[in-house]
């Protein structure tokens, strides 16, 4: 399959037609109405040096709110309350932690400045949220994403004491089956999120479910 190159239209190529690993596209910008045309059609960024790569994974790992697993490790830590929980509190500080956290296998961040520029602003705009967990009042874990409808897009997420991130995901999973979200996008697979629940599903699948659960959504653009 080709890759295509974006240019300043604001357009994607079919997502059938992406590469078996999933990138479909590369160029383009992040600006909030090209992010929320990707999102909105199962498409998401992802930097490769300087270069704006646009994925669409077949298949796509996600996690239905209903069908969580939660151990005992994790019901014990909600149940002592260890950490206190919010919700967009600090939003361009999580993004920041996301970004400065040192991961195994990996060089580098995927998140540049432009992304982390890029999706504060779509925070301005409503459009991307953050958990926060804290301990003594210092932030201590948490993760970010897009919430379209009652879909959540998540990005990313961050730890400073163990289980931090747990707490955080378990929480704002809880919340956002509370407030009518059907499903979260978790991209691509991990052992971590499988272990929450998450699971494979045919990219077509995905986007037919996806086109479903936003067809009575109107964001701000296009």
């Known amino acids: 399959m080709p890759l295509f190159a974006l240019d ?9 037609l992406a590469e078996p690993d999933g990138l479909l596209a590369m160029g383009g910008d ?11 059609n199962g498409i998401f960024p992802w930097y490769e ?29 909600l149940k002592r309350n260890e950490y206190e929980f919010t919700i967009n509190k600090a939003f361009k ?7 400065e956290t040192k991961r ?12 982390e520029k890029a999706y504060c602003k779509m925070h301005e705009l409503g459009y991307a ?12 874990g948490g993760l970010y994403g897009l919430r379209l409808g009652k879909v959540f897009f998540g990005e990313s997420m961050f730890s400073k004491l163990s289980n931090a991130s747990r707490y ?19 991209q691509v697979y991990t052992e971590y999120l499988e272990s929450f629940g998450a699971r494979m599903i045919e ?7 996806l086109q479903t659960l936003l067809s009575a959504y109107s964001p701000l653009f296009p």
């Open 49 to 77: 040096g300087n270069t704006i790569l646009w994925w669409c994974p077949d298949p796509r790992f996600v996690l239905f709110p209903e069908e969580i697993k939660i151990n005992k490790s994790i019901k014990t830590l």
């Open 8 to 16: 300043k239209e604001l357009a994607f190529p079919p997502v059938h």
């Open 93 to 99: 500080d999580v993004i920041h932690h996301c970004k």
């Open 203 to 209: 990219r077509k699948d995905f986007i037919q479910l």
């Open 168 to 186: 955080a995901f378990v929480k704002y999973v809880q919340f956002l089956k509370d407030d009518a979200v059907r499903m979260i996008d978790c």
């Open 129 to 140: 949220h953050s958990a926060e967990v804290w301990k003594e009042g210092t932030l201590v």
């Open 30 to 40: 992040l600006s909030p109405e090209r992010l929320l045309l990707a999102y909105r």
């Open 104 to 115: 195994p296998g990996q060089q580098g961040t995927w998140i540049t400045d432009e992304v």
